[in-house]
């Protein structure tokens, strides 16, 4: 599975390519730097002291390679643009989802509504081609309740 970046790494990646653009080409210093390691144990750098006698600390920053700030820059492009790819194919797996639950939600409401009215209806018949009813049989209005009933379970999964 590979690693996706997030907004942050995105805008650091920014910050790191702009900073290594606006650098001049000698290696940087810091005024004032002192180092400390705070009560977890962890290092820390800051512009003021722990104590007042706390020692300074050299710092010196060189100037990033403007091929790698390049690749970098590149590299988050193409991230970014693989986030928004991914983000509009999310966009319409959900849309075709949300679609289906639709289709299977009216189905279901169709299949009950015809079930219930074959229930509810003491004779059943069809029009024939010249608009005259032929009735069912009991036992054929009996089975034509039956798979009505079928197509109910099957289309609301129950």
């Not at 009950?112 to 036992?139: A, E, K, M, Q």
Request: glycine share 4%.
């Amino acid at each position: 599975m590979r690693h996706l970046p997030t907004f942050n790494s995105f805008w650091r990646g920014a910050v790191v390519a702009a900073l290594a653009l606006a650098c001049p080409g000698r290696p940087l210093t810091a005024q004032e730097v002192y180092k400390s390691v705070d009560a977890e144990g962890h290092v820390v750098y800051s512009d003021r002291g722990a104590t007042k006698t706390a020692p300074k600390t050299p710092v010196h920053v060189d100037q990033p390679d403007p091929a790698e700030v390049a690749r970098l820059a590149k590299e988050q492009e193409v991230l970014k643009a693989e986030d928004q790819a991914r983000a509009k194919q999310q966009a319409i797996d959900d849309k075709n989802k949300a679609t289906d639950a639709h289709k299977k939600e009216v189905a279901c409401t169709n299949a009950r509504n015809y079930y219930f009215r074959l229930i509810d209806s003491r004779r059943i018949y069809h029009p024939t081609d010249n608009g005259d009813r032929v009735f069912y049989s009991d036992d054929d209005a009996d089975a034509l309740r039956q798979k009505a009933k079928q197509a109910m379970n099957r289309a609301c999964g129950t």
